[in-house]
């Protein structure tokens, strides 16, 4: 079975730092692009950031950018989300997805395959 996982959400002081991590179970994440996406309660789910299987091609949702940085670590099999100051209005749950093709535009989770459960990430003092 093909599956994302992720971890390293959590609650977390207004100003704060996560690092989010994305892994799969079932197949390689070396040859997909990957999305991070967002939901808060009573909102949409909306993109935050995406990344191609090299790596060389990245983009960042407006709301995001500067704060946010996605990496990814072939050998390790593993993308990665680091979230620096942190503020209330980031708080939702975080998924990531596996796309076979890169697409520069953040918002587009109609081209991604594989979807992870998600992981919370709570922004409070």
């Known amino acids: 079975q093909l599956q994302l996982v992720e971890s390293g959400g959590g609650l977390v002081q207004p100003g704060g730092s996560l690092r989010l991590s994305c892994a799969a179970s079932g197949f390689t994440l070396d040859y997909y692009a990957i999305g991070w996406f967002r939901q808060a309660p009573g909102k949409e789910r909306e993109g935050v950031s995406c990344i191609s299987s090299s790596g060389g091609s990245r983009n960042y949702a407006e709301s995001v950018n500067g704060r946010f940085t996605i990496s990814r670590d072939n050998a390790r099999h593993t993308v990665y989300l680091q979230m620096n100051s942190l503020k209330p209005d980031d708080t939702a749950v975080y998924y990531c997805?596996?796309?076979?093709?890169?697409?520069?535009?953040?918002?587009?989770?109609?081209?991604?395959?594989?979807w992870g459960q998600g992981t919370q990430v709570t922004v409070s003092s």
């Open positions: 997805a596996a796309a076979s093709t890169y697409t520069d535009y953040v918002h587009d989770s109609p081209a991604y395959d594989y």
